[in-house]
């Protein structure tokens, strides 16, 4: 049974690192075969954590499909190859990327296409790591359903917890399928615990876990390192992984 897992969260949180956390922590951790990393955040910079470089998007197919399908051959035969063509394949991995949308400001095509791809391809992988597009246009859209673990990120500030209250009151409202929510607390600095767990509390959130600001994470970030290549000593990883030992089920 493939279970999927999806993060979300405002802008700037650290939803993508905590996401690359996740698909290190089951390559490692797991050991069942390789995760399924879908990026559908238009800004993608999922693949520079993990370290691979991106051949084409789910956009760019979609695009090509309108103009370029060879004579003698369907567009969902089309679409298929050149969506196998997306996926960059690495060691304990998967990578498919959403890219750019049709139009300006426009993604709901390229959401649902995406969606549909990750149906058909979820049967493959024991896990999907969906890394969604930063705030809650993606759940308007229906985009994050039918997942096992949501998790919502937030930094350290009442601001952050108070979208991520509102992510989570809007899956409610919309009745998603999604069995578990996490909401996870980003880059804590060590101080005002007690407080952030008052505004979460008035927020409706229950807090899952806080991941502590860590100058390892901060430093590899600066120099472009990938995810995999922060030593077990690193407190964000440490609080991370056992945050996901936790709550996965």
Not at 9 to 20: E, S
Not at 119 to 128: C, E, G, I, R, S
Not at 157 to 170: F, H, V, W
Not at 183 to 212: M, P, Q, Y
Request: with cysteine.
């Amino acid at each position: 049974m493939t279970k999927i897992v999806a993060m979300a969260g405002k802008g700037g949180v650290g939803k993508t690192t905590i996401g690359a956390f996740l698909i290190r922590y089951f390559i490692e951790e797991m050991h069942n075969g390789p995760v399924l990393a879908v990026d559908l955040d238009p800004n993608s910079n999922l693949n520079e954590l993990l370290g691979v470089n991106i051949k084409t998007t789910i956009g760019e197919a979609r695009e090509l499909m309108k103009k370029d399908v060879p004579q003698g051959i369907t567009k969902d035969i089309w679409l298929e190859y050149k969506i196998n063509e997306a996926i960059v394949e690495s060691r304990g991995f998967d990578l498919l990327v959403m890219g750019r949308s049709e139009g300006p400001g426009c993604y709901c095509a390229v959401n649902s296409l995406a969606k549909n791809i990750i149906d058909t391809l979820k049967t493959n992988y024991p896990y999907v790591v969906v890394d969604n597009e930063a705030g809650m246009e993606h759940i308007n859209r229906l985009v994050t359903q039918d997942i096992d673990e949501l998790f919502v990120i937030s930094d350290a500030t009442p601001r952050g917890i108070e979208t991520a209250g509102r992510i989570m009151s809007l899956v409610k409202e919309l009745r998603l399928n999604i069995k578990r929510t996490h909401t996870i607390i980003n880059r804590f600095k060590g101080k005002e615990e007690d407080t952030l767990r008052h505004i979460a509390a008035d927020n409706r959130l229950t807090i899952s876990g806080l991941v502590r600001e860590d100058e390892i994470i901060l430093k590899a970030d600066q120099h472009r390192e990938t995810i995999f290549s922060i030593p077990k000593t690193s407190s964000a990883l440490s609080d991370a992984y056992t945050i996901f030992r936790t709550v996965i089920e």
